[in-house]
């Protein structure tokens, strides 16, 4: 009986996230606004107010987040390629002029979460050049699209609940911009991590931004005094952060040389 109830339960659960007459993903501009209407109608029925159904409907097909989704060849690159592309050593000079220039706040970071500075730094100036670049995209047309879009729709769904919870606290404008993907901020969060780590601050501040990203870290398994190299104990966390293997190495490696760890790993 009790088995019976939990799985009752838990199918129940189920229905409420991904409800069972999904809006029909796409795989161009023509269906979008009418996916919008169906996404709209189950947003209602999971409890999306009336500020974010609107700016929902305010949302425009975004083909430049698309061909950016298809696009991603730095990723293919190798290690060495990918830094030279990226200003590796640019983010590590700058970085560590910004260790010294921030230091009361990576100090209250690393003992509230036990994150050094130089993986941090490494991903603010991977990100946007630490907060020089935040990007130009209407942030939820972005993740409006990739919702709609049928190549990562589950995922991105997700994405764009948490960004109409947002608009609803007012915690998002419904016209925030930010990268391709509709990240937002120093260092690029997604809707559903400001959501979960943002702590609802304004990831526009670089101090708030810094503290979700080592808030985020830390949920994902990252403890102090541990290596963050690949197969140091720290990694796991770094990959969390980024799928793609050169961008984990990367930061790994320009961390390093930040926090001054000296010669690069092996490659």
Sequence with gaps: MRTALKIATALAFSAMVHPAMAAQCGHSAAGFENWKREFAEEARAQGIGQAGISALMGTHYNTATISADRGQKSFRLSLDQFLAKRGGPAIVARGRTLKRSYGGLFSQIEQRYGVPPGPLLAIWGMETGFGAVHGNQHALSAVATLAYDCRRSDYFTDQLYAALTLVD??????????????????????????????????????????????????????????????????????????????YQRAIAQIGRQIDGGGASPER
């Excluded at 509709?182 to 780590?197: A, C, D, R, S």
């Design 169 to 246: 606290r007012g915690a998002l404008s419904p016209n925030a911009r930010g990268s391709m993907h509709g990240e937002i901020g120093h260092t690029q969060f997604l809707p559903k991590n400001i959501l979960n780590y943002g702590g609802g601050g304004n990831l526009d501040n670089a101090a708030a931004a810094l503290n979700a990203t080592a808030n985020f870290l830390h949920a994902h398994g990252w403890r102090a005094g541990g290596g963050y190299q690949p197969g140091e104990s720290n990694f796991g966390a770094i990959q969390a952060w980024n799928a793609a293997t050169v």
